[in-house]
């Protein structure tokens, strides 16, 4: 079966956009990559802001996806709050063009920029809030304010994106995560003497 042209465009975007960045990549690129005219690309996209938006939303799409994936694979909350760490994590580092358009402030210009942080932070929220809802529920965690615990969840794991992904990627963030989850989960504060 023959590849929807629209979905190509996307996906060959993606790794141009990926390569080179979004000011880098022109409409001409696009469609000599894809040999294509480029009559036949406006055809399906007017701009190349219209692509860069298509291709954010696709690996945000993605990142979503493989996050529940992930954590309704478990039925343990720490272990869903240690799949959603993880696994989004991992899979930020694939997601070059979300990454850029959620982080750069060169794209502020872009119409549709603002609407898609927005999104994703809100999306993000709420995956949390589910975990620490079903948590509370099992009298896993005490939250005085899910809302609350949520919020300073999405925001440490932005605080620690770029920290968390360069250098030596792969050997040491299993390692770096489970220390951050080890303090989430039971803080920094010595329990009193006769409670530990």
Known sequence: MKEDPHDLIIQVSAQLFGRFGYKKTTMDDIAQALRMGKSSLYYYFKSKEEVFQAVVEMEASQ???????????????????????????????????LYEAVRSDYLMHLPFIEKVRVKYDLEEVSIIQGILKDGQQK?????????????????????????????????????????LLEILFHGIVKPPKGLE
Do not use: C, H
């Open 139 to 179: 009298a896993v965690f005490r939250i005085d304010d899910i809302q609350l615990g949520a919020v300073a969840i999405a925001i440490a794991m932005k605080g620690l994106e770029i920290p968390l992904l360069i250098n030596d990627l792969e050997n040491n963030l299993q390692l770096r995560l489970d220390k």
């Open 63 to 97: 990142l979503k996806a493989a996050v529940l994936v992930a954590i309704n694979k478990e039925s343990d909350p720490q272990e869903k709050l240690r799949q959603y760490v993880m696994v989004r994590m991992q899979k930020f580092k694939e997601t070059v063009n």
